[in-house]
């Protein structure tokens, strides 16, 4: 499977250049030029990887890395940091912040292949069966954003994915709609709490074929409830 790598950088040529030699290394490429766009990137797609700009228009790479770091479903997601900035100092704070490398400009787009190919490695070892959650024959595996069942695999957005991987997580338990809201959309975010139950149908119309769908549970006045053993 081809790995997908999300190229933040405000300067275009920069940005074409970049995503011509990823593209002939044999990686899908996803841009945007400011903070706001890869955030919204980020709500669509889990990357495999992402190269990130220091200076941005709208924030500063630093803080856009620590806001990836603090959410669970992007978390795991490694990032590099490409800069001009190459003190000793601005090293220490890129990486601090959570990068998993750091590249200063210029550089060599062979040199930097190179990199990518290594932080991609060390992630894919970190890896550990820890990341896979099972109920019966449905399987999410977090490491790759990938549900099957009974092998076959499920077309979930981005959404549905973090819905299901937070009730897989916490099993038996009842739920309402401002919970979930705040452990799957985020509490700094704001919709409409029945925007959960136009989710949560999404989610049972992908299980139905198999009727794993009866496996979410709705508790009238209260929630939602997933209940792997039903």
Excluded: C
Excluded at 75 to 103: C, H, R
Excluded at 126 to 144: I, M, P
């Amino acid at each position: 499977m081809m790995e997908t790598i999300l190229l933040v950088e405000d300067e275009q040529p920069i940005r074409q250049m970049l995503g011509f030699a990823l593209s002939r290394a044999g990686y899908r490429t996803l841009e945007a030029g400011d903070a706001r766009q890869a955030q919204i990137s980020l709500s669509e797609t889990h990357p495999d990887l992402i190269l990130m700009d220091w200076m941005l228009p709208d924030a500063t790479g630093i803080e856009l890395i620590r806001h990836i770091k603090r959410d669970s479903f992007n978390s795991d997601i490694p990032v590099i940091m490409l800069t001009a900035k190459s003190s000793e100092d601005d090293k220490i704070t890129g990486l601090n912040s959570g990068a998993d490398d750091y590249v200063s400009k210029p550089f060599s787009p062979k040199e930097l292949i190179a990199r990518i190919q290594a932080v991609l490695r060390r992630n894919t070892s970190r890896q550990t069966e820890d990341e896979v959650l099972t109920a019966q024959n449905l399987r999410l595996d977090k490491g790759s954003h990938r549900v099957t069942i009974d092998g076959n695999s499920l077309e979930l957005g981005p959404t549905e994915f973090r819905l299901l991987n937070f009730m897989m997580e916490n099993p038996n338990r009842v739920y309402s709609r401002g919970t979930l809201l705040d452990h799957v959309w985020g509490r700094n975010t704001y919709v409409e709490e029945r925007t959960v139950d136009v989710h949560i149908l999404r989610l049972r119309k992908s299980l139905a074929p198999w009727q794993y769908d009866k496996l979410i549970q709705t508790v009238r006045g209260v929630g939602y409830r997933f209940s792997p053993n039903e």
